[in-house]
């Protein structure tokens, strides 16, 4: 069965404080992993897609990487607007636009 | 601005009736998604739908029900088959072909007394 998995489920930072966010993931054939953010009582924010394992994507403050198991979204020296919760979601070869969500980690970078 | 909108934002029902939540996006996306997010648990595929006049069930599509008579537009309709209607629920829309990403709307928090 396909499957997404977030760790940590919550995260407090420091403003300053780099660290990362992991997806793990088993599906049968990888067509591609999304980054969302999630702002409470709002719609998911699309951040990233990654199709290939070694790919890696960056956009301000945040970085996602992708193997053949999981993928990472690394945090640097975030601050408190980075607060949220962070979505990852895959999709299976074949699975004709579904994706598989993870529950999220919900991030909260203190001043 | 291209993007989705839905209405209301919130939206409160008694028990045993249907309840129709809008979704409209000028992306000139073919596909369109409902997903309902509850506490703890990922968001769940209602219903998709990836052409006009076509939709599927997802993985939770009891109790709902979709139209798609034109490419903006995908309603969802709760009825009062839904066992436990209150959620949040997300309509996105995505290109087909190469490209997956999905574009997601404000959403609407349904409360069912």
């Known amino acids: 069965e396909d499957q997404v998995t977030q760790s940590p489920e919550a995260l407090r930072l420091q403003e300053g404080e780099s660290s990362s966010l992991n997806c793990s993931y088993t599906?049968?054939?990888?067509?591609?992993l999304f980054w969302y953010r999630q702002d409470p009582g709002k719609g998911p924010e699309f951040l990233f897609t990654?199709?290939?394992a070694g790919e890696e994507k960056e956009k301000e403050r945040l970085k996602a990487t992708l193997t053949k198991k999981e993928s990472f979204l690394h945090i640097t020296a975030p601050k408190p607007e980075d607060s949220a919760t962070y979505l990852c979601?895959?999709?299976?070869?074949?699975?004709?636009?579904?994706?598989?969500f993870g529950t999220g980690t919900l991030l909260a970078v203190q001043p | 601005d291209g993007g989705i909108t839905q209405s209301p934002k919130y939206l409160f029902r008694k028990e045993g009736q249907n309840v129709t939540l809008s979704c409209e996006q000028n992306?000139?996306?073919?596909?369109m998604y409902w997903y309902r997010q509850d506490p703890g648990q990922g968001l769940r595929l209602i219903y998709y739908?990836?052409?006009?006049?076509?939709?599927q069930k997802g993985d939770i599509a009891e109790g709902y029900s979709v139209s798609r008579e034109k490419k903006e537009s995908f309603p969802l309709t709760v009825t009062s088959a839904q066992k436990n209607p209150t959620a949040f629920y997300l309509c996105?829309?995505?290109?087909?072909?190469?490209?997956?990403?999905?574009?997601f709307g404000p959403g609407t928090r349904l409360t069912v007394t």
């Open positions: 996105a829309s995505s290109e087909t072909g190469n490209r997956y990403e999905q574009y």
């Open positions: 599906v049968s054939g990888l067509r591609g």
């Open positions: 990654l199709y290939s």
């Open positions: 979601a895959v999709q299976a070869r074949g699975a004709t636009n579904k994706l598989i």
């Open positions: 992306l000139n996306h073919d596909a």
């Open positions: 739908s990836q052409i006009v006049n076509d939709f």
